[in-house]
């Protein structure tokens, strides 16, 4: 006679460790997140009304509730499956349909079919650069992004909604912003590093320069912000590209230090 106790015994345990999951969620980063979600949600609002300059506003703070839910929780030692799946679902709202929505109401709605499939491509691609880095995660050196991020695309179109306010959309423009919709929304799937910023450290001591050229960029930035918002997105999103051009491709994965440091 064949006794199955192991069979029994595995599905017992797999049972023990699913009750003893935690079940509950870390509250001040989620409501970060669904800060995040609010901000996307309502510049949805603003832009069915005209406001566009309001609704760029919006998705503006979402992307500051963005970098705050994850340095909370990182801070916090917070971090959870549960927390990464919800931001995501956020960025898509905030960083995907948000801003396609207002680019297709402030200039691509005039130009017919091809200009609303550029809108619903940012919006897929969007969608798909979230779900990569969500697979990759933990897996690819935490110093760049693979792919433009989907707040810096969403910022390169509210900032050229923010420059063109009161400006006369001639067709050759609207033909540009419906150009630079594609570009932005293939940059995102693209294979381009972007630097991530994630190993600058603000606690670390700085020659008293850093400060003083700091303070001048947001004096500069406060004055002409519209141009200077354009400019940062813009010349973000073109640094994957030129970086390629200048040091070649190279592979996205951890180095072998950071690999043996996170998995030990």
């Known amino acids: ?8 015994l595995r599905r017992r345990r797999w049972h023990d460790l699913r009750e003893r999951r935690p079940r509950g969620i870390f509250l001040l980063p989620s409501l970060l997140t669904t800060g995040n979600l609010f901000c996307g949600f309502f510049a949805l609002l603003l832009t069915v009304e005209n406001r566009y300059t309001e609704a760029a506003l919006a998705i503006f703070v979402a992307m500051i509730m963005d970098i705050l839910d994850g340095r909370v929780a990182r801070l916090m030692k917070a971090t959870s499956q549960f927390g990464l799946e919800f931001d995501s679902l956020a960025d898509v709202v905030s960083f995907c349909v948000a801003p396609a929505f207002l680019i297709y109401s402030f200039a691509l709605s005039v130009l017919g079919r091809p200009a609303w499939f550029g809108a619903f491509l940012f919006v897929i691609c969007g969608a798909l650069r979230l779900a990569r880095f969500n697979v ?6 935490r110093r760049f992004f693979v792919g433009l991020p989907t707040p810096a695309a969403a910022g390169l179109v509210v900032s050229t909604v923010i420059v063109l306010k009161g400006v006369e ?8 912003i419906a150009v630079g919709t594609y570009v932005a929304a293939l940059l995102m799937v693209s294979t381009f590093r972007y630097w991530s910023f994630k190993e600058f450290d ?10 003083l050229v700091m303070v001048l960029s947001v004096m500069i930035v406060a004055t002409r ?13 073109v640094s994957g590209p030129l970086r390629r051009l200048i040091v070649g491709r190279t592979p996205a994965a951890l180095p072998a230090d950071q690999v043996a440091k996170e998995h030990p």
């Open 1 to 8: 006679m064949i006794r199955r106790h192991g069979k029994g």
């Open 136 to 141: 990759h995660t933990g897996t690819v050196d």
């Open 169 to 176: 959309l001639v067709p050759w423009l609207l033909l540009t």
């Open 202 to 211: 603000f606690a670390r001591r700085r020659p008293l320069w850093t400060l």
């Open 225 to 237: 912000h519209e141009v200077f918002l354009f400019l940062i997105f813009g010349g973000y999103a």
